[in-house]
């Protein structure tokens, strides 16, 4: 390494007194602890996103007559499938998937037949009938697809045997 030569006429060795130097960090973790307090009460926490369901009182049974040609049946079944058929003519059941093409396209199909035969879209009912092997995830798309085409009347039923029968042909 190299030496450092001073031009002092004595060779005694001069100390000097190192000094340790020692940072207060009291202030940093006061500073730390504010803004932590500030940033958790100025941020909004994500609220839940639910969909609303409207449900009947248990003390009001109606039975309602409704004109088969505003009704469709939907099933979803297992393997993200859907099977629908209109009214109570269970002989027209067609099957479908999830996407745009899909049952999305027969619900607005449905809306505008019910609007030309009736005078009102939104007279459409669809009657969702889950079958044992479809998944939890199959009924909410069903529910998703109920809002996104604005049908306001939806009712979740048990599946017939007559229309278990008929799917798992």
């Known amino acids: 390494m190299a030496e450092i030569q001073n031009n002092n006429s004595s060779h005694q060795s001069t100390k000097r007194k ?18 932590i307090t ?14 609303n369901m409207l449900l009947p009182k248990d003390d009001r ?4 007559e409704v004109a088969q040609s505003k009704v469709i049946n939907i099933i979803p079944i297992k393997n993200n499938r859907v099977k629908y058929y209109f009214g109570d003519n269970i002989a027209t059941l067609q099957e479908t998937d999830y996407s745009e093409n899909g049952i999305r396209k027969v619900l607005l199909e449905k809306r505008k037949e019910v609007k030309q035969k009736w005078g009102n879209e939104n007279e459409t009912i669809a009657l969702i009938k ?21 049908i306001t009347r939806y009712m979740l039923v048990d599946i017939s045997d007559k229309e278990k029968a008929a799917i798992s042909l």
Not at 61 to 64: K, Q, R
């Open 18 to 35: 190192q000094l340790s130097t020692r940072v207060d960090l009291t202030p940093m973790v006061d500073l730390g602890f504010l803004l």
């Open 38 to 51: 500030f940033f958790i009460f100025t941020t909004t926490m994500s609220k839940p996103v639910a969909m």
């Open 61 to 64: 049974v109606h039975n309602t």
């Open 130 to 150: 889950p079958d044992t092997n479809s998944s939890y995830q199959n009924l909410v798309d069903i529910f998703d697809e109920m809002s996104i085409n604005d």
